[in-house]
């Protein structure tokens, strides 16, 4: 009787499978929180590396979903292009002009309003360079940024960026930020430093710059922040790239 019917069991079975989207089993919820390098959309062509990202994961096939309580750019009428055809996901936690302290007080209340992200790329201090207590501004509310963030998942990696810029007072924030980086660590948080300093060039009249304006990225520091991000997150995400859009 069983095998009788064997082919018309398996036929259906293929049917069904026809109709299992693996995309949503391997969506991974990617939330970027930080200051104007992470919100972008102020001045010509700071699409800023979301949209670098965006491209690249595309590319890769990866099925994903940016989330975070924004969507919109610092300048009112300012556009994302598509990209092959696609919507650009302008989902987002970043905040033009915000410090460490203001990014801490801007997400305390709003972690009921994402999804549980699989991944954080955090990109805060530059707006903290002149402060003369960097355990005050810097490392205290960073510890709490990153406690709160694991309240919404507690396997979540979170990507902490030691910052772009190479001139001012950026090493004693870029040293404020490791230290709360090693202080998560050693309570056990998956929290991974990401260098985009390193071959980053400032100066905007440079035909090799990197920067719009010395701090925000250009088309080509966007694509070089995002390739960064992408290549830390591959050592410690397996991603599948199965994604068909």
Known sequence: MFRKHLPKIVGLGVICLCFVNPAWADNVNIL????????GGKKPNEFSYRYSLFQLLVDEHICFDFVGTRNHPHKAGFIWPKYKGL?????????????????????????????AADIVLLHIGTNDRKSDT???????????????????????????????????????????????????????????????????????NLENSDTLDWVHPNIRGQNKMASVWFKEMEKHYAFSRNCRR
């Open 32 to 39: 970027m929180l930080g200051d104007s390098i992470t919100q």
């Open 87 to 115: 919507k650009f996901d302008r989902d987002h936690e970043g905040y033009y002009g915000i410090t460490t302290k203001g990014l801490l007080t801007k997400i305390k209340h709003k972690q009921n309003q994402w999804k």
């Open 134 to 204: 960097f355990q005050v501004d810097v490392v205290a509310p960073l510890k709490q940024i990153m406690e709160e963030l694991r309240t919404l998942n507690p396997n979540i990696l979170i990507f902490v960026s030691l910052l772009n810029q190479n001139y001012g007072n950026i090493d004693g924030v870029r040293s404020a930020l490791q230290q709360a980086i090693t202080w998560a660590q050693g309570r056990g948080m998956r929290v991974f430093p990401v260098q985009h300093n390193i071959g980053w060039t400032e100066r905007p």
